[in-house]
């Protein structure tokens, strides 16, 4: 098996606040991959980062990647109420045509 | 642009019979995924059309699983006949590129064997 893993697996903080997930995968990448997944809908890409870069900003989120470590984190800051959600990490396990998700983070943000 | 869209949303359906999940990728897109969460386990990666031809099925976890994209548009996702085990959400996704460059996904069929 070549799933990553997610920590924690369930994280519940106040409105306001900082959420920190992170990822550990086993392969080779080429990138690794962001998604979110709200109660009973689908899996929205968040954001992508490349083997060759460390850390990327996209609004909130804020992604390191540590290629030698084969681990990613994922911050969100300021959290809402509305990013209540699974998050999971993706990576392609340095081929092209599939991506391989950790367990996922469940996130709970209490208003 | 529309997005991937499949259906149904849900199925409901009793051990032993047969469901059929529909999956519209987005316009020009030659690849499309089918990826799976079973009760709430990690997702899974199924299997992947380029255009109508199979390029990957080593994630179908048995013959009980067939896929189809006719003409390389949509595609089907049967499963015939279902075991409780095959409850879970059913995702499709598609892209123009390879999956380095981030696939887009469809909101997913919750299936449920009973």
């Known amino acids: 098996s070549q799933q990553g893993e997610e920590d924690p697996q369930a994280l519940s903080i106040q409105e306001g606040e900082n959420a920190t997930m992170n990822c550990s995968y086993k392969?080779?990448?080429?990138?690794l991959q962001w998604y979110r997944q709200n109660s009973g809908r689908g899996l929205v890409h968040l954001i992508l980062i490349r083997s060759n870069e460390r850390e990327k900003h996209s609004g909130r989120l804020r992604v390191t990647l540590d290629t030698s470590k084969k681990s990613s984190s994922l911050l969100i800051t300021a959290s809402r109420a509305a990013d209540t959600a699974s998050y999971f990490c993706a990576t392609d396990g340095g081929a092209t045509n599939k991506l391989i998700f950790g367990t996922g983070t469940l996130l709970a943000v209490q208003p | 642009e529309a997005g991937v869209t499949q259906f149904p949303s849900h199925s409901v359906i009793e051990k032993g019979q047969t469901v059929t999940l529909r999956c519209d990728p987005i316009?020009?897109?030659?690849?499309l995924y089918w990826y799976r969460r079973v009760m709430g386990k990690e997702i899974k990666f199924l299997l992947h059309f380029v255009k109508e031809s199979k390029q990957d099925e080593s994630g179908m976890p048995n013959n009980r699983f067939l896929a189809e994209r006719t003409g390389g548009t949509y595609s089907t996702l049967k499963v015939q006949p279902a075991e409780l085990e095959d409850s879970g959400v059913y995702f499709c996704?598609?892209?123009?590129?390879?999956?380095?460059?981030?696939?887009?996904f469809g909101s997913g069929t919750r299936l449920t064997v009973v």
């Open positions: 316009s020009g897109h030659d690849n």
């Open positions: 996704a598609s892209s123009q590129l390879s999956a380095s460059y981030g696939y887009t």
């Open positions: 392969t080779s990448i080429n990138n």
